[in-house]
């Protein structure tokens, strides 16, 4: 089954700093997706950006990009020019190798900006 | 813009209870999903469904069912509620041509005394 990491629980960074999030995952597939999902104290949780691995291109969002390094199973989120309201808990996230409906998750970051 | 919209936002159950947890999107998307988040795990997928009518089991399927008698509507059963099912339940819906961009609802936190 899919594996997920993220090896940092808590980040912090200056408000208008950059940071960035770490996170791999473990799957036998050529092709497959992943995801950032940001989840604010409200506890609704909102897609951030996505990857589709057949693509080298690292995915970008405004302030939000991706550093997809798909030898090392690495899939990290970069936020530039960090906001008050970037507070929040971020998750990694793929489909399970052999069932793409079961969406896997990390553990999460809390990532904390200080003003 | 409602989304996806769950019902109760809270509840408390001792041991042995049976309660419903009430999933509605109207997105008209075709699948949907419950997950459940407890601390430091993040998100676990209980059951989901590709359409109405049909249902499949997640990674932690045991001690819950779930129907889907409605396209909008997606329902989750504790029938005899445990504490190990104390936790965060959130609903998730998807469109079928866009494998993991889900649209959450905003969680239901269901405690079992």
């Known amino acids: 089954a899919q594996t997920v990491t993220q090896s940092q629980p808590e980040m912090s960074v200056q408000e208008a700093e950059t940071v960035t999030l770490s996170c791999t995952y473990d799957?036998?597939?050529?092709?497959?997706?992943l995801f950032w999902y940001k989840q604010p104290p409200s506890r609704q949780m909102i897609l951030v950006i996505r990857?589709?691995?057949?693509?080298?291109q690292n995915a970008t969002e405004n302030r939000f990009s991706v550093n997809f390094q798909k030898a090392a199973k690495s899939f990290s989120l970069k936020i530039s020019d960090s906001q008050l309201g970037d507070a929040a808990m971020y998750f990694c996230?793929?489909?399970?190798?052999?069932?793409?409906?079961?969406?896997?998750f990390g553990a999460g970051t809390r990532l904390t900006v200080k003003p | 813009n409602a989304g996806v919209t769950q019902t109760p936002k809270f509840r408390v159950l001792k041991t042995g209870q049976s309660m419903t947890l009430l999933c509605a999107q109207d997105?008209?998307?075709?699948?949907m999903y419950w997950y459940r988040q407890d601390p430091g795990m993040g998100l676990r997928l209980i059951h989901y469904?590709?359409?109405?009518?049909?249902?499949a089991k997640g990674e932690v399927p045991d001690g819950y069912n779930v129907s889907r008698l409605k396209k909008q509507n997606f329902l989750l059963g504790l029938e005899s509620a445990a504490p190990s099912q104390t936790s965060v339940y959130f609903c998730?819906?998807?469109?079928?041509?866009?494998?993991?961009?889900?649209?959450f609802g905003e969680g239901s936190r269901l405690t079992v005394l």
């Open positions: 799957t036998s597939e050529s092709d497959y997706y």
């Open positions: 998730a819906s998807s469109w079928r041509g866009r494998p993991g961009e889900l649209f």
């Open positions: 469904s590709v359409g109405e009518g049909t249902t």
């Open positions: 996230a793929s489909p399970d190798e052999y069932n793409n409906n079961d969406m896997r």
């Open positions: 990857q589709e691995a057949y693509k080298q």
């Open positions: 997105m008209n998307h075709e699948y």
